[in-house]
């Protein structure tokens, strides 16, 4: 699960409760707080539960402040740490983080090559000494280096367009795909470009971790259905708005809807943009049903795909942490045929975050 970070303290409880209702993985996120902070609260009062960034602003820092947050975390959790990394868009990038930007892809790639090289010489003593375009690092004393750990964490890449995610398939050890996602654009999008990454560096794709962020409509009642329905349509017309997220929509026909969000969001008319995302494409991207529904269809939408899914809706939070869901998830299906293709038949144990 990405877990809401408005309200800090409830860092002390809400990870646990993440971990008593048998979540796998717990990630933070970079918006209106710092991502690694809330994770090392929820280290002191967590036992077992992954924890991680999805994701944590990658070029709003240098390759050594992430290495250090990452370790320290690494080192507070006793190895359960991920680190998630996000390029983030370069308005923010400049205007927010007062950062440079300049090709997303290439940077990823090397900052990601340059947090490794300062990992290998923290856990194996191999001397610092890694100078590339966007970044050098070529000093490292004793005062400085925390020394080694017992394992060193796993690094995932956020990505949508092809170069990125293809990034994440070269140096990176999963890919976090955008919650702008259906079965078709991970089938013809996502799964080739990370493909494609992971032949460039002589690796297999099927060593790599996919976490499928699926956006969940669902709930008890009607009133939580609705509040959790026009939510999802209110984050989608946002997110229409953006364009590294159009060749989903336009995958599914739906390319026109920039222009005249993008006309709405100038206008700051930001209540009526979500009148304009139908039914039809809150079911392409977003999980919908009864809670007891969910389950078999997430099993759907990503057998033969991946079997780590991250469940969302952070605009209309669950007030149950989607708990019906994760149990359904975490019971192995009865064997049978499959309905239709990727149906929901017998498959592996999903891994819930």
């Given at each position: 699960?990405?877990v809401?970070?408005d309200?800090?303290?409830?860092?002390?409880?809400?990870?646990?409760?993440?971990?008593?209702?048998?979540?796998?993985?717990?990630?933070?996120?970079?918006?209106?707080?710092?991502?690694?902070?809330?994770?090392?609260?929820?280290?002191?009062?967590?036992?077992r539960?992954?924890?991680?960034?999805?994701?944590?602003?990658?070029?709003?820092?240098?390759?050594?402040?992430?290495?250090?947050?990452?370790?320290?975390?690494?080192?507070?959790?006793?190895?359960?740490?991920?680190?998630?990394?996000?390029?983030?868009?370069?308005?923010?990038?400049?205007?927010?983080?007062?950062?440079?930007?300049?090709?997303?892809?290439?940077?990823m790639?090397?900052?990601?090559?340059?947090?490794?090289?300062?990992?290998?010489?923290?856990?194996?003593?191999?001397?610092?000494?890694?100078?590339?375009?966007?970044?050098?690092?070529?000093r490292m004393?004793?005062?400085?280096?925390?020394?080694?750990?017992?394992?060193v964490?796993?690094?995932?890449?956020?990505?949508v367009?092809?170069?990125?995610?293809?990034?994440?398939?070269?140096?990176?050890?999963?890919?976090?795909?955008?919650?702008?996602?259906?079965?078709?654009?991970?089938?013809?999008?996502t799964?080739?470009?990370?493909?494609?990454?992971?032949?460039?560096?002589?690796?297999?794709?099927?060593?790599?971790?996919?976490?499928?962020?699926?956006?969940?409509?669902?709930?008890?009642?009607?009133?939580?259905?609705?509040?959790?329905?026009?939510?999802?349509?209110?984050?989608?017309?946002?997110?229409?708005?953006?364009?590294?997220?159009?060749?989903?929509?336009?995958?599914?026909?739906y390319?026109?809807?920039?222009?005249?969000?993008?006309r709405?969001?100038?206008?700051?008319?930001?209540?009526?943009?979500?009148?304009?995302?139908?039914?039809?494409?809150?079911?392409?991207?977003?999980?919908?049903?009864?809670?007891?529904?969910?389950?078999?269809?997430?099993?759907?939408?990503?057998?033969?795909?991946?079997?780590?899914?991250?469940?969302?809706?952070?605009?209309?939070?669950?007030?149950?942490?989607?708990?019906?869901?994760?149990?359904?998830?975490?019971?192995?299906?009865?064997?049978?045929?499959?309905?239709?293709?990727?149906?929901p038949?017998?498959?592996?144990?999903?891994?819930?975050?």
């Amino acid at each position: 699960m990405t877990v809401p970070t408005d309200d800090l303290t409830s860092a002390r409880s809400l990870y646990r409760e993440l971990e008593d209702l048998g979540y796998d993985r717990a990630f933070s996120f970079e918006a209106k707080h710092d991502p690694f902070l809330p994770l090392a609260v929820a280290a002191e009062h967590t036992d077992r539960i992954g924890l991680g960034t999805a994701v944590a602003i990658a070029f709003a820092r240098t390759p050594m402040t992430i290495a250090n947050a990452a370790w320290d975390l690494q080192a507070l959790s006793g190895g359960r740490f991920t680190l998630g990394l996000g390029s983030q868009i370069r308005p923010h990038i400049e205007q927010r983080f007062s950062m440079p930007w300049s090709r997303p892809a290439a940077r990823m790639r090397e900052l990601v090559l340059a947090v490794r090289a300062i990992w290998s010489t923290w856990q194996d003593g191999t001397p610092l000494d890694f100078e590339g375009e966007f970044y050098t690092h070529t000093r490292m004393v004793p005062a400085f280096d925390p020394g080694p750990l017992d394992s060193v964490p796993p690094i995932l890449v956020g990505g949508v367009g092809p170069a990125m995610t293809a990034v994440a398939g070269e140096v990176a050890d999963g890919l976090i795909v955008h919650p702008v996602n259906s079965r078709r654009s991970l089938q013809e999008l996502t799964v080739p470009a990370l493909a494609d990454g992971a032949a460039r560096a002589g690796r297999d794709v099927e060593d790599l971790e996919l976490v499928c962020v699926t956006i969940v409509v669902t709930g008890r009642t009607e009133e939580q259905f609705t509040r959790s329905l026009e939510a999802v349509r209110t984050q989608l017309a946002f997110y229409a708005t953006t364009p590294a997220y159009q060749p989903v929509f336009e995958l599914h026909g739906y390319g026109g809807l920039h222009g005249e969000l993008r006309r709405l969001a100038r206008d700051d008319r930001w209540d009526e943009m979500g009148a304009l995302i139908d039914d039809d494409l809150v079911r392409t991207i977003a999980v919908v049903g009864e809670p007891h529904e969910i389950a078999p269809a997430i099993r759907a939408r990503l057998d033969g795909i991946s079997d780590s899914v991250s469940l969302v809706n952070n605009r209309a939070p669950d007030p149950e942490h989607l708990a019906e869901v994760v149990a359904d998830l975490h019971h192995e299906p009865p064997a049978g045929p499959s309905d239709g293709p990727g149906g929901p038949g017998p498959g592996p144990r999903a891994d819930t975050t």
